[in-house]
């Protein structure tokens, strides 16, 4: 009979292994590396439970996942900061969905099936910087929404069916005050705030992605991206083939760049008016309009701001002013120095001094153990040696040549040879030891004879009947 006692501990351990439910183990079908929980492709339905708590990218693209609830993460992952859904076929999205994931910086809901984005949708997320919302069949967008997201710096909308452009997201001080990018590329827009949107920062213009909609052509829209042309903004400048409105009657559209002159707006190209002031001001808050007052700082003619034998303290936040007859503008640069005069090439000189140096110690070595390593075989050849004692050999060395007990002299380059005559035939002998060879003539007749019952004797040639 088995006892059950080892049986039931089996049992216990088997289900407290890392596939099981206890602990912070990786969930089935799931790779986990460190704080990285890929379930990419794995055919889910739903969000696999529970999450380790110290998952900080989550990949549950490519699944079946169309619901994504509120109580998906039933406990708080507070190093959570990537969690990618996209390819999922996703319909809903409840509103506190993401109570438990606060420090979400990177959230992808691209390519699903999304309809509306409703109120309050992401009011939880004030540390989320991109949002990726683009292939889905979004047509009507909340006002509220985008609530709370101050850090928001990338959001991307296109390919979705929006057919009234957002202006609240893009009004200076209200609800992403540091929105870089806003990307309505592919959906249904028939107009834009022209107006409006020539008044937003340039870094913004610069990063408002407009093509591919069903514009209707309009000077006002053709002299907001005319002018974005000449300032090179790469959202007009890599787009101006995709950038296209629609005129009246007209049985297929147009490049929005090549309506100046065009029948019947005759729209006409809007003259940049003169820079009235401009200057910079440093991180120290020194204003520059000249040179500096230390003669590091120079403003150039074309408004650019040359900064020459730069230093760690440099760091920070430059501010461009720049004031005309229509309109102001404010440009941020952000500047990092780092010495790598102290850092980088110091390092790299440690490294290759220390990898010179062991590379000549190992040719050192290597010369000493072929050159300098005395060698014993040379000495004995030719030579006679008298013989050892006969119970010397169970002192000896298993693989030591040399004699280990100073009243005899070793014989290294001798091999041993084992008796198989006499008595005991049968692998041992009698407590008199082994019995003397016959005499033999030369100068090799004297030899060593192995005892049987030596260490040593394991590797001679003779094989060991025991």
Request: a positive charge; aromatic letters at 4%.
């Given at each position: ?302 408004g650019s701001l040359q900064l020459q034998a730069l230093r760690p303290e440099d760091t920070g936040t430059y501010a461009c002013w720049v004031a005309g007859p229509l309109l102001n503008e404010t440009l941020y640069v952000e500047l990092l120095v ?129």
């Amino acid at each position: 009979r088995v006892p059950m006692g080892p049986l039931s501990l089996l049992l216990a351990l088997s289900l407290l292994s890392p596939r099981g439910s206890a602990g912070p183990s990786c969930p089935p079908r799931c790779v986990c590396a460190s704080n990285l929980l890929s379930c990419s492709q794995a055919n889910l339905s739903t969000v696999p439970a529970p999450l380790p708590r110290f998952t900080a990218v989550l990949d549950l693209s490519h699944n079946n996942v169309t619901r994504l609830r509120a109580d998906w993460a039933p406990a708080r992952l507070p190093h959570l900061h990537a969690l990618l859904l996209s390819h999922n076929g996703l319909t809903f999205v409840s509103t506190e969905a993401f109570t438990h994931v606060p420090r979400l910086r990177h959230l992808d809901l691209s390519s699903n099936r999304l309809r509306t984005l409703d109120e309050n949708l992401f009011s939880d997320l004030g540390e989320l910087e991109v949002l990726l919302l683009y292939n889905n069949e979004i047509t009507t967008v909340d006002r509220t929404a985008f609530e709370n997201l101050g850090r928001l710096r990338k959001l991307y909308l296109g390919q979705n069916r929006i057919a009234r452009f957002p202006l609240e997201l893009l009004r200076e001080g209200t609800r992403l005050p540091q929105l870089a990018l806003l990307d309505l590329s592919a959906n249904r827009l028939r107009a834009v705030p022209a107006g409006e949107l020539q008044a937003l920062p340039a870094w913004l213009r610069d990063r408002l992605y407009l093509h591919n909609n069903p514009l209707a052509c309009d000077c006002l829209l053709f002299q907001l991206l005319d002018r974005g042309h000449r300032r090179h903004l790469s959202a007009v400048v890599d787009f101006q083939d995709e950038l296209r409105c629609v005129l009246p009657g007209a049985p297929a559209s147009i490049k929005i760049l090549a309506l100046a002159g065009q029948q019947p707006l005759n729209c006409s190209k809007v003259q940049e008016a003169g820079v009235r002031s401009r200057h910079w001001v440093t991180p120290g808050g020194e204003r520059v309009v000249g040179d500096g007052g230390n003669g590091s700082v120079v403003l150039l003619a074309n408004g650019s701001l040359q900064l020459q034998a730069l230093r760690p303290e440099d760091t920070g936040t430059y501010a461009c002013w720049v004031a005309g007859p229509l309109l102001n503008e404010t440009l941020y640069v952000e500047l990092l120095v780092h010495n790598f005069t102290l850092h980088g090439p110091h390092d790299t000189l440690n490294t290759a001094y220390t990898t010179l140096v062991g590379c000549i110690l190992s040719v050192v070595l290597v010369l000493i153990y072929l050159y300098l390593t005395p060698c014993r075989c040379c000495c004995c050849r030719g030579t006679e040696k008298p013989p050892a004692p006969r119970d010397d050999s169970i002192n000896s060395s298993v693989l030591s040549t040399t004699p280990n007990h100073a009243g005899g002299t070793g014989e290294p380059c001798g091999s041993h040879i084992v008796s198989s005559a006499g008595t005991g035939q049968n692998g041992r002998f009698k407590g008199g030891g082994t019995p003397p060879l016959p005499a033999r003539q030369g100068p090799k007749a004297q030899r060593k004879v192995s005892d049987p019952d030596s260490v040593s004797s394991v590797f001679s040639d003779t094989p060991i009947v025991v």
